[in-house]
């Protein structure tokens, strides 16, 4: 149980194009999914959190107009890099979780396997 | 926020028990830690939660003193493809705000035979 699938698993694109990158829980639903980017040899950075029907709440630093999540059901979340660049190469990885339990919840984290993204 | 502190890489071999501990100094009360696994190129792979004492599951022990302020992922019997990065987690996520969800540098775990 407690599956997240990404997609694509590798993109390579033209600096100034979009890339949208989908995050599924397959067999539970997720009130929460989180964005993280991590650069090579680095650790996993959030960039964001995402409730499911409401706006996404963004870490310091990160644009919210550049790198837009939607979390339209409790099954989907979607990341769109805006206007891309290659400083925005990189893995990202999105996590689900399901925090319906109550306000502070011991619920884990299950990643996807991740998005290569090349701008070049 | 709490933050951790790992020993940056690790070497070990083939059949040995691998501990690695994390230092949380900073803990809250309400903070659980969690440990995950990744491999190059991959999602963490979520291993072991606990809150205090032990936890034992089929693929690790996590071990938590009284006060609370470190943890300690124990692999049994290691073998090659346990060679990974380990991240302790600690916080939990309380609806307002993503406290505690910030990943610490990882431990480089290499197994050789």
């Known amino acids: 149980g407690a599956v997240v699938s990404q997609h694509p698993s590798r993109v390579i694109c033209k600096s100034g194009t979009s890339v949208k990158i989908e995050c599924r829980s397959l067999?539970?639903?997720?009130?929460?999914m989180f964005w993280y980017r991590q650069f090579p040899k680095q650790s996993l950075m959030l960039m964001a959190t995402?409730?499911?029907?409401?706006?996404?709440?963004?870490e310091q630093g990160v644009e919210k107009d550049k790198f837009l999540i939607n979390h339209a059901s409790l099954t989907l979340s979607t990341l769109t890099v805006t206007s891309a660049h290659p400083e925005d190469s990189s893995f990202y990885i999105c996590?689900?979780?399901?925090?319906?339990?109550?306000?502070?919840?011991?619920?884990?984290?299950?990643f996807g396997p991740g998005t290569r993204l090349t701008v070049l | 926020l709490a933050k951790t502190t790992q020993p940056i890489s690790m070497d070990s071999y083939e059949g040995q028990e691998v501990n690695i501990t994390c230092s949380h100094n900073n803990i809250a009360t309400n903070d659980y830690i969690t440990w995950y696994q990744q491999f190059p190129s991959q999602g963490p792979r979520f291993i072991i939660q606990g809150y205090k004492t032990k936890v034992t599951n089929e693929v690790a022990s996590l071990f938590i003193p009284a006060d609370r302020k470190s943890s300690t992922l124990s692999l049994p019997r290691v073998s090659l493809s346990d060679t990974a990065v380990y991240y302790c987690?600690?916080?939990?996520?309380?609806?307002?705000?993503?406290?505690?969800?910030?990943f610490g540098k990882g431990t480089h775990l290499i197994i050789q035979p």
């Open positions: 987690l600690v916080g939990v996520y309380s609806g307002g705000g993503a406290d505690g969800l910030t």
């Open positions: 067999d539970f639903q997720a009130t929460t």
């Open positions: 995402s409730n499911e029907g409401s706006k996404a709440t963004y």
């Open positions: 996590s689900a979780s399901d925090l319906r339990r109550g306000p502070l919840s011991t619920d884990t984290q299950y």
